[in-house]
């Protein structure tokens, strides 16, 4: 089953700030983010893994609740670059390589 | 940029036609994947591969195989495509260094497919 993920959409002016959830039935291992901009393929962003170890991006921060099997993106002074669509990818409980992936959450930043 | 080809890069065919896409990877990582992306769907998983002839099935198996006999290509095959197989495919791979942490994926540049 996939992760579900909060908001489905979302338009920034440059300099706010977002939030984009992702939640999980499952109990998870880790979280992965990535970005997609349109009509090219997705960019690894980001993973937390399970015990708070957080590797990734400089500019986007991240957390990672092992209990609700819940991670939260944060974007923090959008910028233009910030645009395109956030995807969720979680590795379950039980470890191997392979992700489940959210139906990703379209972010907009405008002037 | 992690080196990653996907070929044919856009592909239109009939309903009922073998059709096979191929990723090919110079970066010699044990895990290939295959996704396909649509509407509303995200990014699902097809096949995965964990080394030469050694593939699983992901969420969204039915009706599509795979192949790897060698470490750099995967290749994706519809044996008789349909109109709901209509979407972008995006192979990834990932090093695979251990079983408990899972490796960064990086993806190709995709193949889009159209089923009349």
């Known amino acids: 089953q996939q992760p579900v993920q909060s908001p489905q959409a979302v338009i920034l002016r440059e300099g706010e700030d977002a939030v984009i959830n992702c939640s999980s039935s499952?109990?998870?291992?880790?979280v992965h983010w990535y970005r997609q901009k349109h009509g090219e393929a997705p960019v690894f962003l980001m993973i937390?893994?399970?015990?708070?170890e957080q590797k990734g991006h400089e500019k986007i921060s991240a957390s990672f609740n092992e209990k609700k099997q819940q991670s939260s993106l944060y974007l923090t002074a959008s910028q233009l670059s910030y645009s395109g669509t956030y995807f969720c990818?979680?590795?379950?409980?039980?470890?191997?390589?392979?992700?489940?992936f959210g139906t990703g959450t379209q972010l907009k930043v405008e002037l | 940029d992690a080196g990653i080809t996907q070929s044919p890069r856009h592909k239109v065919t009939e309903t009922g036609t073998p059709v096979t896409l191929r990723c090919h990877q110079t970066e010699n990582h044990r895990y290939m994947y295959w996704y396909r992306q649509d509407p509303g769907h995200g990014l699902r998983l097809i096949h995965y591969?964990?080394?030469?002839?050694?593939?699983d099935k992901g969420e969204v198996s039915d009706g599509y195989s795979v192949s790897r006999s060698k470490t750099e290509d995967f290749l994706l095959t519809l044996e008789s495509a349909t109109s709901s197989q209509t979407s972008v495919y995006f192979c990834?791979?990932?090093?695979?260094?251990?079983?408990?942490?899972?490796?960064?994926?990086?993806f190709g540049p995709g193949t889009r497919l159209t089923v009349l």
């Open positions: 990834a791979i990932s090093e695979g260094q251990g079983y408990r942490v899972m490796d960064t994926q990086y």
């Open positions: 591969s964990y080394g030469v002839k050694d593939t």
């Open positions: 499952k109990a998870l291992y880790s």
């Open positions: 937390l893994l399970k015990g708070g």
């Open positions: 990818g979680t590795q379950g409980a039980g470890g191997g390589n392979k992700l489940t």
